[in-house]
C-alpha cells in the first residue's frame, strides 16, 4: 500500500512537471495593490457664467485655470452686474418738413438783439440817406392843403390846380405832411444856395478837424532846429490850427534833468503864451513831455 501511494505521488509529481515544462514561462506578477472601494460620482456643480463673458474668453486656454472642474470653481464667484453706463441723452427731435414753415411762420421779433432803427428799418434807397419828399405829380393825393405865410392852413384845393399854376422850371410842389396832406412851393434856385451853404460848413468843419498839428522835439535839440520847430508851430497857430508840441528823449539816452526840462518848457509857453492859450493839461512822464496849444480867439 505504501508502494502504492508512492507511485500515485510520483505520478502526480511527473505530471505536474510535464505541465509545467509545456507552458510558457511568465515572470513572477507583482502584488496588487489594496483595493479602493467605489465611491459615488461627486454632485454636478453649478456654473453661474455672466451673460457677457465666458470662462474661456475670461481665463484662455492653456491658462492655470484651463481645467474644467477648476473653471467650474472659478465661476462659483459671481462677478456681479457689469458696470454701469451714463445713459445716453436723447437726441433732439428736428422736424425737417415743418423747420422752413415755422421760421416763416414766426413773427415775433428776437429781443436777444436790437439792431439800429437806421438797419432796422432801411430807406427806399439803401444809401444810409434820408429818403427824398414826394414832389409833384409823385404826390399820391388829389386834394391838399398849403399854409399861408403865417402857418394856417388853407382850404383843400386840387393838386392838379396847384401844378398848373407854377412854373416847373423854377419851382416845384413837396409833400409836408401825408395825413392830412399837407404841400409847400420850393425854389429851386433857393435850394442850390442852401445846398451850396451846406457844403462849405461841411469843409470847414473838416478842416477844423483836419487842423491838429504836432511839433516834436528832443531835449537835446539844437538851437538852429528849434528855432525853426517854433516858427512851424507860430504859423499853424496863426492859421487858427490847434498844435501839440511833444518833447522826448532820444533812444538809448537818459533822460532830462529837471533844470534842462524846466528851461525848455519856459522858453515854448513864453513863445506862444501872445497868440495861444493851453486847452489841456500838461501830459509829463519821465522821458517826455507833451503841451496843448489852441489860437486865442479875437474879439
Not at 28 to 38: C, G, K, M, Q, T
Amino acid at each position: 500500500m505504501f508502494a502504492r501511494q508512492t507511485s500515485s505521488c510520483i505520478a502526480s509529481t511527473s505530471r505536474a512537471s510535464l505541465t509545467a515544462a509545456a507552458a510558457p514561462h511568465h515572470a513572477p506578477s507583482p502584488e496588487l495593490p489594496r483595493r479602493i472601494p467605489a465611491r459615488s460620482p461627486a454632485p454636478a456643480l453649478p456654473i453661474l457664467l455672466p451673460r457677457h463673458s465666458s470662462s474661456v474668453s475670461r481665463y484662455g486656454y492653456g491658462s492655470p485655470l484651463s481645467n474644467p472642474r477648476e473653471l467650474a470653481q472659478a465661476d462659483l464667484v459671481d462677478p456681479g452686474p457689469p458696470p454701469k453706463r451714463a445713459p445716453r441723452p436723447d437726441a433732439p427731435v428736428v422736424h425737417v418738413q415743418y423747420l422752413a414753415f415755422d421760421v416763416a411762420k414766426e413773427t415775433e421779433p428776437s429781443t436777444a438783439f436790437q439792431a439800429p432803427a437806421a438797419l432796422r428799418e432801411p430807406n427806399a434807397s439803401g444809401n444810409g440817406k434820408k429818403p427824398a419828399a414826394l414832389r409833384n405829380r409823385d404826390i399820391p393825393h388829389e386834394y391838399v392843403q398849403m399854409p399861408d405865410a403865417t402857418g394856417v392852413l388853407q382850404p383843400p384845393e386840387k393838386l392838379a390846380d396847384i401844378l398848373a399854376r407854377i412854373d416847373s422850371r423854377k419851382r416845384y410842389v413837396v409833400l409836408v405832411q401825408d395825413s392830412p396832406a399837407v404841400v409847400k412851393i420850393g425854389n429851386h434856385e433857393e435850394d442850390r444856395r442852401a445846398e451850396r451853404a451846406r457844403k462849405d460848413a461841411a469843409k470847414a468843419h473838416r478842416l477844423a478837424d483836419k487842423s491838429d498839428k504836432e511839433v516834436q522835439l528832443t531835449w537835446s535839440v539844437e538851437p538852429g532846429d528849434l528855432a525853426h520847430k517854433m516858427d512851424k508851430l507860430v504859423e499853424a497857430l496863426g492859421q487858427g490850427r490847434r498844435v501839440s508840441v511833444l518833447i522826448a528823449a532820444k533812444p538809448n539816452t537818459r533822460p532830462p534833468g529837471d533844470d534842462k526840462r524846466h528851461q525848455l518848457e519856459s522858453r515854448i509857453l513864453k513863445l506862444v503864451e501872445d497868440i495861444a492859450v493851453q486847452v489841456q493839461e500838461q501830459k509829463r512822464g519821465r522821458r517826455h513831455t507833451q503841451m496843448f496849444f489852441a489860437p486865442k480867439k479875437t474879439s
